[in-house]
């Protein structure tokens, strides 16, 4: 199989398994004991919403970007997209 995140990044499932992964780890992080995490589908880790890859299929712009207008919105998925903005801004 010939797959290519870069060419998915941000897409309906992109969101719904950062957002997930992000709520699953704030309640790992209420327990005493410690935990650890790995995430077995993780590609080569940043992806550029607006890189050449991304804009060819466009997918971001009904996954994560529809959410990003939104006003309000649950805190775990304001932090996902805090951290989408901050890491597109990085580069």
Do not use: C, W
Not at 65 to 72: H, K, V
Request: hydrophobic fraction near 45%; charge should be neutral; charged fraction near 25%.
């Amino acid at each position: 199989m010939n797959y290519r995140h870069a060419f998915h990044a941000g897409n309906h499932a992109d969101v719904l398994k950062h957002i997930a992964l992000l709520a699953l780890i704030d309640t790992l992080k209420r327990k005493d004991t410690p935990f650890f995490v790995l995430d077995t589908h993780a590609g080569r880790g940043r992806y550029q919403l607006g890189g050449e890859e991304s804009r060819k299929t466009n997918e971001a712009a009904a996954g994560v970007m529809p959410l990003m207008a939104e006003a309000s919105l649950p805190e775990v998925v304001e932090r996902y997209l805090r951290a989408v903005q901050a890491d597109n801004q990085a580069v």
